[in-house]
């Protein structure tokens, strides 16, 4: 899916990349992709909806939306994909992004230790080969060699902007409870992290929440009051015992 990036930029004025997780408390949840074309792209590149393998996407389980129009003006391609485990959430985000692409090592963790529950998040966004590196060795060859069919300085010079001003992309997790995170952008349940193509350092991506478990709490709390009860009731008679013993008479 990320894939057809590269196409994209052959023709593409504005492009937004979207991957988005998110994670329930059983630790299933859904992942989610989209691209988002203006007006401009889209008239550029009229097949790209063919460059799409629909059929591929339907047969692992994935659901394909679009192309729609939305109500920020792009037309969309967008598709999802549930999973079951954390382990299986790994799984599926590498369906989309590749064991070596520029979004790597995405993972997602959930532990149960006594009265909460802990949720982590982490990944690695490297943009060091820019657009290029959303290519892939099949398609350089269709193109002659080059990932993208031509180099990004004969792009931008044929649209007049940096590459960077034509791409975004974006990451977006949510996980229960609330999240802190090192996103420059965080909700109350998420956290969201944006760029660009302008090649840097490896981003590091990490968000993590914990829930309490209230029913486990309260199970203590009783225990906690049943024990103290206990020890009451048996402080209690043993404080009477001596009392009567102390004022009985034959004493």
Not at 11 to 33: F, I, K, N, P, Q
Not at 172 to 186: K, Q, W
């Amino acid at each position: 899916m990320l894939g057809v990036l590269a196409v994209v930029a052959l023709g593409a004025c504005r492009v937004e990349t979207e991957v988005g997780l998110t994670v329930e408390e059983d630790g299933s949840g859904m992942v989610e992709v989209g691209i988002g074309l203006d007006d401009d792209a889209l008239g550029r590149v009229p097949g790209i909806a063919d460059e799409l393998r629909v059929e591929d996407l339907q047969a692992t389980g994935w659901t394909v939306v679009g192309p729609v129009e939305e109500a920020d003006g792009y037309t969309w391609f967008r598709i999802s994909k549930p999973f079951a485990t954390p382990e299986e959430a790994a799984a599926v985000l590498t369906e989309v992004t590749g064991v070596d692409g520029p979004i790597r090592d995405l993972r997602v963790e959930r532990e149960r230790p006594f009265a909460r529950t802990t949720y982590g998040f982490e990944g690695t966004v490297d943009l060091a080969a820019g657009l290029e590196g959303f290519g892939d060795d099949a398609l350089a060859a269709l193109l002659d060699g080059e990932p993208l069919g031509e180099d990004v300085t004969a792009i931008e010079a044929r649209f007049g902007e940096p590459i960077d001003a034509m791409f975004g992309l974006r990451v977006a997790v949510r996980l229960p409870g609330d999240v802190s995170s090192n996103a420059p952008t965080e909700t109350g349940d998420g956290a969201v992290w944006e760029f660009r193509l302008t090649p840097g350092a490896p981003a590091q991506l990490q968000a993590s929440s914990t829930e309490y478990r209230s029913s486990t709490l309260a199970l203590t709390a009783i225990g906690a009051l049943a024990v103290l009860g206990a020890l009451g009731v048996a402080g209690r008679g043993r404080w009477v015992g001596r009392r009567r013993r102390s004022t009985d008479p034959a004493d």
